[in-house]
């Protein structure tokens, strides 16, 4: 198959007060808004490439409305739609601000993705947002820790290697690695990638009925010490970590887990591996040989498991995952002697 994606290049989160979002973002995260069109709000990373890369969508409940890829050429943007429609997914083509003619399908497990090739190149080149440096769209944030650009997203699916192989097999994402408890041989994680990082796409096990659900979404910072240094400035402004700071046996990345005023979970991301490799091996870990944490100590807290929008609507508080799949997760090295 032809290379058809080059990278995530923007996600539309839904939360029902856009404002108090926009304001975090603005504020804990350092992103700038770029557009309101109606009524969403575009906003970028300081180093993001093109005009935006998250949009504010108002909603009854936090969740995903679509996550974008760019493909690799307007030809690749064509053959992807007929890719996708051979596979049963209706293929709604719409013109996009500063992304041109796209196209959006709801795949397998009820998420909408965005595929798109024209995207208007970001650069500010006077006034106070124009960095001194050629390759930098804009000046560097002077939020602290604020990140460069957008990442991942790690989306909720109740089978986490169909929906890796029907990505595979329909758009050409590479799928890199899966966790599969220890206990029993299912599948809980996956990441899968359209370029050389680890993942730009990931999928969590979602034990409950309800399709289309978003675990959370990452951006990118260039340093550990900028990591650190973003945990540190959050907890003096009083926005709790959920998770983390720690690394990641997947991926190998440093990770911090935060929530925004949805309660919708943010990640930020830096370091990791770079793998190039065509014709890779999805390889296999468990939750006790450190895929989610490396260093295999830190157990992580129930409400990671919790993915968007609630399982059972906007007043449920219980999350559909069973109880043993939770306890595995949540308690991985009581299971030692592996590794
Ligand atoms: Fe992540």
Not at 109 to 135: M, N, Q
Not at 295 to 321: H, I, K
């Amino acid at each position: 198959m032809i290379t058809l994606l080059s990278h995530l290049s923007y996600v539309a989160i839904t939360t029902p007060d856009v404002e108090a979002s926009v304001r975090f973002y603005e504020e804990q995260v350092g992103l700038t808004v770029v557009d309101r069109i109606g009524d969403r709000v575009y906003l970028r990373c300081w180093g993001d490439y093109y005009r935006y890369s998250l949009v504010i969508v108002p909603g009854e409940e936090p969740g995903l409305e679509t996550a974008a890829w760019r493909t690799s050429s307007a030809e690749a943007l064509e053959e992807a739609a007929k890719r996708v429609a051979a596979a049963g997914a209706e293929v709604e083509w719409f013109d996009g601000p500063a992304i041109g003619r796209a196209f959006s399908f709801v795949g397998p497990w009820g998420h909408r993705l965005t595929l798109h090739w024209d995207a208007e190149h970001y650069r500010e080149t006077s006034g106070d947002a124009a960095s001194i440096y050629p390759d930098r769209p804009s000046r560097r944030s002077t939020v602290a820790g604020a990140p460069r650009q957008l990442d991942h997203v790690t989306i909720a699916a109740s089978d986490v290697d169909a929906f890796t192989q029907w990505y595979r097999d329909v758009l050409g994402y590479r799928i890199m690695a899966r966790t599969v408890l220890d206990e029993a041989p299912i599948s809980v994680f996956s990441v899968l990638t359209t370029n050389e990082k680890s993942h730009d796409l990931g999928v969590v096990l979602d034990g409950s009925t309800r399709a289309g659900r978003v675990n959370h979404f990452a951006f990118w910072v260039d340093t550990r010490e900028e990591l650190l240094i973003a945990a540190d400035t959050l907890m003096e402004n009083g926005v709790p970590i959920e998770y983390g700071p720690s690394i990641h046996g997947i991926g190998e990345q440093n990770f911090l887990y935060y929530r925004e005023p949805s309660t919708l979970r943010i990640e930020l991301n830096t370091g990791g591996y770079r793998n190039y490799v065509p014709d890779w091996e999805p390889r296999t870990w468990t939750p006790s040989l450190g895929s989610n944490n490396l260093y295999r100590n830190g157990a992580m807290p129930m409400s990671m498991t919790e993915s968007f929008p609630s399982a059972d609507g906007p007043s449920a508080t219980e999350e559909g995952v069973p109880d043993d799949i939770k306890d595995a997760l949540l308690n991985p090295y009581a299971v030692q002697g592996r590794g």
